[in-house]
């Protein structure tokens, strides 16, 4: 156990101590004005602590510790799919063969990687029934981004430049509207029926000629099916549109069905969720775009090919394309990940990764459904949303229960979102965790409703457990302390 009192470096700072033993200098020492010249020089020396070795290795194992990731506990952040990846694919990623090359490198001598690339756009167009894909953008949004202004470029090649909206649904994640905005569209909100799915006559009364695309989930962001996917679609195509799949989340689906063949013309997806690579701290990711023939002259470039001879290259000779979106050729290291992935999975181990992942959200949500009220009375995919809104009627709100879970050691479950659901708990458990964990979330989230019931108290003054307690955020969000100063 570590002290959680302990004091802080600063705190234990005593003069002259230090964490290193050099060697004496053997040679003359030069005044520092000398070796950096004298306006670089600072007037007084920084307060770096000064601690022994010992005390500063402490420090840093102090802080790892209170780290929380996907290594050291359950994770069931809805909508961002925090699962467990097998290690080895960090190994393949580290060979020295992939890291030790550079992108200006000559094609023949990359030849690998090259190929490496070009199965990986294949094994991904396999995987969404997309016609072809580009490997650039690194993330989500990126991806999104790159998505709507291929889509773009295809309108105004066809000399149709009315198309300004770009139609989403009131469930979406926040980057699709934040997306079509960067991209220079106007965002239109769809609105969602009873069943937590698209409201077919509301989008038929907002889909026309000036509609350029529509940016749909598929499960949506509430864990469902939209099961009139293809009425969707052709109520888009019948107006001139195109109709977008945020594949942020493709293991609900993944060997089980294709946006490519629910009748989208774009699709992104999130590497960095879906397909083992590591995912928080703000990144690298890897969001690659899949698109239909009729979209591909648009796609970024180069694309990765295959030559006549059989060897591996850049196609730059595309007049149509948008242009670069990333330097080079994307994140390599993440697409190497998710290749390794694909290929030690292969397309059984996809499917079932899709099948367990929605067993787990599906018995989560059976065991909890008792003890929440559920927004919507249906079979889940990848993950689900209940409502906090009994435990509120209690004095007890959504955030204190999040809170309450890290006292248990658990990262709590996406909570406010969509906003659709009253006091929403967004749960996303993902196919990697047991069904053992399972269980113990579930009991322990059972336990803080009948504490809400019993002692609401002490959920609303969680957590008690936690380095630091409460904390206020809209004054942490104001008032951003970024730097340590000794008392
Ligand atoms: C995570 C996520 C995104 C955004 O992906 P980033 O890589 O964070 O930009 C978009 N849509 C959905 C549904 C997501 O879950």
Not at 51 to 70: C, D, I, P, T
Not at 98 to 114: F, K, N, S, V, W
Request: hydrophobic share 35%; charged share 25%.
């Amino acid at each position: 156990m570590t002290n959680q009192n302990q004091p802080l470096i600063f705190e234990r700072s005593r003069k002259n101590r230090t964490a290193y033993s050099l060697p004496e200098l053997d040679v003359p020492e030069k005044p520092l004005d000398e070796m950096v010249g004298p306006d670089y020089l600072r007037e007084n020396s920084p307060e770096f602590p000064e601690v022994s070795e010992l005390e500063l290795v402490r420090h840093y194992m102090a802080l790892s510790k209170r780290n929380f990731g996907v290594d050291n506990g359950f994770y069931p952040l809805g909508s961002c799919t925090m699962k467990y990846n097998p290690k080895v694919n960090e190994y393949i990623a580290r060979l020295d063969g992939l890291t030790h090359i550079h992108p200006y490198q000559d094609e023949q001598t990359i030849q690998g990687a090259l190929e490496l690339l070009y199965r990986l756009q294949n094994n991904l167009q396999e995987i969404t029934g997309m016609d072809a894909v580009t490997l650039q953008p690194a993330a989500g949004a990126h991806g999104e981004w790159t998505g709507l202004m291929i889509i773009r470029a295809f309108h105004e090649a066809n000399g149709d430049f009315k198309r300004t909206k770009v139609i989403i649904p009131d469930t979406a994640h926040g980057t699709n509207p934040a997306s079509a905005s960067v991209a220079g569209f106007e965002a239109v909100t769809v609105k969602s029926n009873a069943h937590g799915l698209v409201d077919i006559d509301d989008l038929r009364r907002v889909a026309d000629e000036t509609t350029a695309a529509l940016m749909l989930t598929n499960p949506n962001t509430l864990g469902l099916f939209e099961t009139n996917i293809q009425e969707i679609a052709d109520i888009i195509h019948q107006a001139g549109g195109k109709v977008y799949y945020d594949g942020a989340n493709m293991n609900a689906i993944m060997g089980v069905t294709r946006p490519g063949d629910m009748g989208y013309d774009v699709v992104h997806l999130n590497l960095h969720k879906t397909f083992t690579g590591p995912h928080g701290g703000g990144g690298p990711g890897s969001g690659p775009v899949g698109v239909k023939t009729e979209l591909e002259p648009f796609l970024p470039k180069p694309l990765i090919i295959k030559k006549q001879d059989g060897s591996f290259g850049f196609d730059n000779n595309r007049p149509q394309s948008i242009g670069r979106v990333k330097a080079f050729y994307g994140n390599f290291g993440i697409n190497v990940r998710a290749y390794a992935y694909i290929r030690t999975m292969g397309g059984k181990g996809l499917k079932q990764v899709s099948k367990d992942a929605v067993l787990n959200a599906n018995y989560l949500l059976k065991r909890l459904s008792d003890h929440f009220d559920t927004p919507f009375k249906r079979i889940c995919k990848h993950e689900f949303v209940l409502s906090g809104s009994r435990q509120k009627n209690l004095g007890v709100r959504t955030l204190d229960i999040a809170k309450r879970l890290l006292d248990f050691g658990y990262y709590p479950p996406t909570i406010y979102f969509p906003l659709l659901v009253d006091e929403a708990l967004m749960i996303e458990p993902t196919e990697t965790e047991s069904k053992e964990t399972l269980d113990a979330f579930a009991d322990h989230l059972i336990a803080i409703t009948e504490e809400a019931e019993n002692t609401p108290e002490i959920v609303q003054e969680a957590p008690h457990h936690t380095v630091i307690g409460r904390l206020d955020e809209t004054r942490a969000a104001r008032h951003p302390v970024l730097r340590y100063r000794k008392q």
